[in-house]
Every structure is written in structure tokens, then in C-alpha cells.
Nanobody
Framework: QVPLVESGGGLVQPGGSLRLSCVAS????????MGWFRQAPGQERDFVAG????????YYADSVKGRFTIARDNGQNTVYLQMNSLEPEDTAVYYC????????????????WGQGIQVTVSS
């Protein structure tokens, strides 16, 4: 059983929007902070956004601040990434991640990864 499954990716024009969803299963969702990462071809996987396990605290990479919003619904075991004002530089495979603990930490290990979903921003 795959613990994290992403959906909502695809092709969008520059300036457009997409909402990614990630459904968790097989573990206690609200014991984990959740995050989103992305990896463009030939580049490392980079942190995009994180959210605490109760949803009160959020964290963003500088490159997406003001354009992307992370949110979670613990009743639905789901974390979302709303992406607005998309740019060609946002093109990447996006990964959902779960990290045991209250707040997202850049130094703590990720416990679960999703399989990734493609987002392409192009005219």
C-alpha cells in the first residue's frame, strides 16, 4: 500500500493555476507534518512548502512565497498545494512528503514520499 498518492498535476499556461492533492493512508496522518518538494530535470529535489500537523504553521521556499499555499484536512487525510501565477520555472515533478513531528523541519528525515506528479507550465 502506497502511503501517499498525489493528484492534480498536468499542463497549464504561464499565469495559470493548479491545485495538487495528496491523500495519505496506512499511518496516523495527524501525527505528521506534511510537505511538498519538486524536482526539475537534471536538478536536485527541492523543498517547496511545509505545514505543521495541526495546520497552524506553514513554511515556504522563497521562490514560491506569495504564489503557492499549502493546506491540510486531517479529517480527509489530505494535504493540498494551491499554485497560482505559475511560471515556466515551476515545471517539475512534485512530491508529497510526510515527516513525523509537530512542525516541518528542514533537517529532520522524511518518513514517507509520494510517487510524484508532473506539473508543466508552458504556452
Amino acid at each position: 500500500q502506497v502511503p501517499l498518492v498525489e493528484s492534480g498535476g498536468g499542463l497549464v499556461q504561464p499565469g495559470g493555476s493548479l491545485r495538487l492533492s495528496c491523500v495519505a493512508s496506512g499511518y496516523t496522518f495527524d501525527n505528521y507534518a506534511m510537505g511538498w518538494f519538486r524536482q526539475a530535470p537534471g536538478q536536485e529535489r527541492d523543498f517547496v512548502a511545509g505545514i505543521s500537523r495541526n495546520g497552524d504553521s506553514t513554511y515556504y521556499a522563497d521562490s514560491v512565497k506569495g504564489r503557492f499555499t499549502i493546506a491540510r484536512d486531517n479529517g480527509q487525510n489530505t494535504v493540498y498545494l494551491q499554485m497560482n501565477s505559475l511560471e515556466p520555472e515551476d515545471t517539475a515533478v512534485y512530491y508529497c512528503a510526510a515527516q513525523y513531528g509537530f512542525s516541518w523541519s528542514r533537517v529532520r528525515d522524511v518518513n514517507y514520499w509520494g510517487q510524484g506528479i508532473q506539473v508543466t507550465v508552458s504556452s
